[in-house]
T-cell receptor, first 112, second 117 residues
């Protein structure tokens, strides 16, 4: 059974204090690992796709990395507007392109 | 960019009634849409895959007679929660992939919060 575990469950940072979120996964034949951002009461917003170990993607203050067992979402000099729940999801080989397995998310709060 | 719209965003109903939630892809055609359910501070759980012109595919443990899915056109899928009970209260979110997007790169609707009294 595919599993995704995110840590920490919640993270509080001061503005400008860089940190990382972790996503550990077990999946049969990783087809892709995805990071989404979700604001309260909203649907998730797609951020990144990572396909293979060693791959990195960047967008503004966010950088996602991937190993064979886990992915990290690095947040550099965060701002209050980065506050949200960050979701990690995996797509296993042989499954429908939308059949994602999600982690429980990390709630990030950035204080000014 | 591609947009997926859900309606209503919030609905409160009495126990025993049925509620319909609509999911529309506004600027692309979606032959397949996905319905997820999210409990507070929990991950999204895939309920079913909605296929245009054919029956939905339900995940294990999801009652197909309780959660009726209809994908009548390439831009519209509906989820009907029949004979709703308080335990059906949840955040329901639909998603779809725009042509040209990679597998797993989904556009999600804004979600619909259902409260059953």
């Amino acid at each position: 059974e595919d599993q995704v575990t995110q840590s920490p469950e919640a993270l509080r940072l001061q503005e400008g204090e860089s940190s990382s979120l972790n996503c550990s996964y077990t999946v049969s034949g990783l087809r892709g690992l995805f990071w989404y951002r979700q604001d309260p009461g909203k649907g998730p917003e797609f951020l990144f796709t990572l396909y293979s170990a060693g791959e990195e993607k960047e967008k503004e203050r966010l950088k996602a990395t991937l190993t064979k067992k886990e992915s990290f979402l690095h947040i550099t000099a965060p701002k209050p507007e980065d506050s949200a729940t960050y979701l990690c999801a995996v797509l296993a080989g042989g499954t429908s392109y939308g059949k994602l397995t999600f982690g429980q998310g990390t709630i990030l709060t950035v204080h000014p | 960019g591609a947009v997926v719209s859900q309606h209503p965003s919030r609905v409160i109903c009495k126990s025993g009634t049925s509620v319909k939630i609509e999911c529309r892809s506004l600027d692309f055609q979606a032959t397949t849409m996905f319905w997820y359910r999210q409990f507070p501070k929990k991950s999204l759980m895939l309920m079913a895959t909605s296929n245009e012109g054919s029956k939905a595919t339900y995940e294990q443990g999801v009652e197909k007679d309780k959660f009726l899915i209809n994908h009548a056109s390439l831009t519209l899928s509906t989820l009907t929660v029949t004979s709703a009970h308080p335990e059906d209260s949840s955040f329901y979110i639909c998603s779809a992939r725009s042509p040209g997007q990679g597998a797993g790169e989904l556009f999600f609707g804004e979600g619909s919060r259902l409260t059953v009294l």
